[in-house]
């Protein structure tokens, strides 16, 4: 069964850093691993959550125009973890974080294509 653990959220002030990590070894392991997408979701309460990044497993990657050029999602097999590395942080990237995989390859930042979801980590940023 595939299980995934964020970590890494925090307060910080604008323009800060943060760097989430998601466990993943169940699906690095599996066979979902080789033809699909993890990715990186935001939700604010009272909001539909939003895509914020996304990798297949050759690295190629998709980011949401308002944290392109400031956010860089990165994956490490080795290590079953999936990142998000998030400079110059803007209040309105505050939500709870989501990770997220999905067994085929369209790499998409769409919620209700995604298989499997962890319980995510808040991220606040305060201006």
């Known amino acids: 069964q595939v299980q995934l653990v964020e970590s890494g959220g925090g307060s910080v002030q604008a323009g800060g850093s943060l760097r989430l990590s998601c466990a993943a070894s169940?699906?690095?392991?599996?066979?979902?691993?080789?033809?699909?997408?993890m990715g990186w979701f935001r939700q604010v309460s009272g909001k539909e959550r939003e895509g914020v990044a996304a990798i297949g497993r050759t690295g190629g990657s998709t980011y949401a125009d308002s944290v392109r050029g400031r956010f860089t999602i990165s994956q490490d097999s080795a290590k079953n973890t999936l990142y998000l590395q998030m400079n110059n942080l803007k209040p309105e990237d505050t939500g709870m974080y989501y990770c997220?995989?999905?067994?085929?390859?369209?790499?998409?930042?769409?919620?209700?294509?995604?298989?499997?979801w962890g319980q995510g980590t808040q991220v606040t940023v305060s201006s």
């Open positions: 997220a995989a999905k067994s085929r390859s369209n790499c998409a930042l769409y919620p209700p294509w995604y298989d499997y």
């Open positions: 169940a699906y690095y392991r599996s066979g979902d691993y080789r033809g699909g997408c």
